[in-house]
């Protein structure tokens, strides 16, 4: 009786110890937990991500999140003034000051705004949002109406902020170089440093102005994925990039002007067109030489194509030719001026008629082009 006495007392306290090992185990590996957990966040420089009740359409149960879910980086943020006014909301206020003093009213949420085919309301934190490191600034934030999303839809939208500047009867604006998503977990966006504090509240910024008035608002935009597209290139290899022109009989020539045969390269028809006379500034007094389009090529009105080429008179002694360059945007034949270009003083008439020079023998003027480059492009839908 006695041993089964003392069995049963030893079983107890055996089990008593095991409890209390077991609780303080767990409360051990909980603590273990939750301060790696927080040195974690600490030297990693983590920003909390869970910011409750912000979004003014959230349910109770429901748990909002930060203003972004990325850093912003100086190079993505873009301020600037501008004159227009916001376009898809506008809310001014002229007790700022109260708001600036109060302990409790942290913030002012818009009525309701349509914007990009939903619903939304514009948040503004006089002393800043201080769950989203804005503690110090003026903080501006969208929140969208999450009651018309489905669990898994997203809304990708631009945001550009405004704050009305009396001083220089402008606004400023300030936006991020990349879109936003929304969704019906992530409601609000913004910034929660948009000005510090203490520049908007002195009047002599213009932020604050009156008194207490001031003005904000914010354009929210639907960035749509082009339909219309066009894919520009340029060729610079051609199987004969070159064309001579032999023109006889050149001293006797009396119209004003001649074309070469239709050559084509780089899937283009060309003409040489030369002025005997000259034309423009080297008329009588040098022979002008063009390369342009033949008029029976295709163009779309708002169509050009870059040419890279040299125009040459050949010298027919083995001495050095006379070259110049083109490297200029050619127009549509029909389409306004740049269908051709060249030059008005390509060769003077004093170097034409001097035979030792070699540029013209036996009453031959031999002209060359070699193209070097042509550009194309492609339209989408074409």
Known sequence: MSNHYTNTASTVLLLFFLFISSASSSSFIRQYTDDSNTNFQEENGAVPDAIQGEAHYLRQHEQEISSRDYKLSVSNTVKGLRDRPPSSYSLKMES???????????????????????????????????????????????????????PHQEVFVDLRFYVFN???????????????????????????QVLPVNTFKDSNNGYLYDGDHCEFGVDVTTP???????????????????????????????????????????????????YPGGSATGKGKAVSIFLILNANEKFRPYEKIYVGAKLRVLNQRNFKNIEKQIDNWYNGPGYGDGSGWGYNEFIPFSDLKDSSKGFLVNDVLMVQVEIEAISSTKYFPS
């Open 166 to 192: 009396r001083v220089e009867k402008k606004y400023l604006t300030i936006q991020d170089t990349d879109g936003w998503r929304f969704s019906y977990f992530k409601t609000m966006w913004g910034f929660s």
């Open 96 to 150: 700022f000051n109260t708001l600036l003093k109060s302990t409790n009213a942290d913030k002012y949420v818009s009525r309701p705004f349509s914007a990009a085919g939903y619903k939304w309301t514009l948040i503004v934190y006089p002393n800043g949002n201080k769950n989203d490191n804005g503690a110090g600034f003026l903080s501006l934030y969208v929140a969208i109406d999450n009651s018309t999303l489905s």
């Open 224 to 274: 749509t994925v082009f339909k219309e597209s066009e894919l520009f290139t340029v060729t610079d290899k051609f199987y004969n990039p070159k064309y001579t022109w032999s023109i006889q009989k050149f001293s006797t020539l009396l119209e004003d002007s001649y074309y070469s045969d239709v050559f084509s390269i780089g899937g283009r028809r060309w003409n040489i067109k030369v």
